[in-house]
């Protein structure tokens, strides 16, 4: 299994990137998947979770109302949108999936995990 996020970058508060992590190896449909965040120092913290057909999604509080969690299962992709962005949201942000059929829950029971983007933002 592989998870390739990518889409991270440097933007100014109050602006907004789109993040995407692609799946490979495994049924993407049969995942619910999260993002998480970690920045330096600081423990890894959940952002987001979406169920398999895209229909229930869960944020963090920090997120909510600024993020969206979206997928595309035709592509094997999950995305995240990010609006309204934050110096406190600098962090390396990480895709990952649950296993097979597993339950959308917003806790850190994640199977797979990917390499990380590096988002930061500047004030």
């Known amino acids: 299994v592989q998870l390739q996020a990518s889409g991270g970058g440097l933007v100014q508060a109050g602006g907004s990137l789109r993040l995407s992590c692609a799946a490979s190896g495994l049924t993407f449909s049969d995942h619910v998947m999260g993002w998480f965040r970690q920045a330096p120092g600081k423990e890894r913290e959940f952002v987001a979770t979406?169920?398999?057909?895209?229909?229930?999604?869960y944020y963090a509080d920090s997120v909510k109302g600024r993020f969206t969690i979206s997928r595309d299962n035709a592509k094997n992709t999950v995305f995240l949108q990010m609006n309204s962005l934050r110096p406190e949201d600098t962090a390396v942000y990480y895709c990952a999936a649950k296993t097979p059929l597993a339950p959308i829950l917003p806790d850190h029971e994640y199977t797979y995990w990917g390499q990380g983007t590096q988002v930061t933002v500047s004030s």
């Open positions: 979406i169920s398999w057909s895209g229909g229930s999604t």
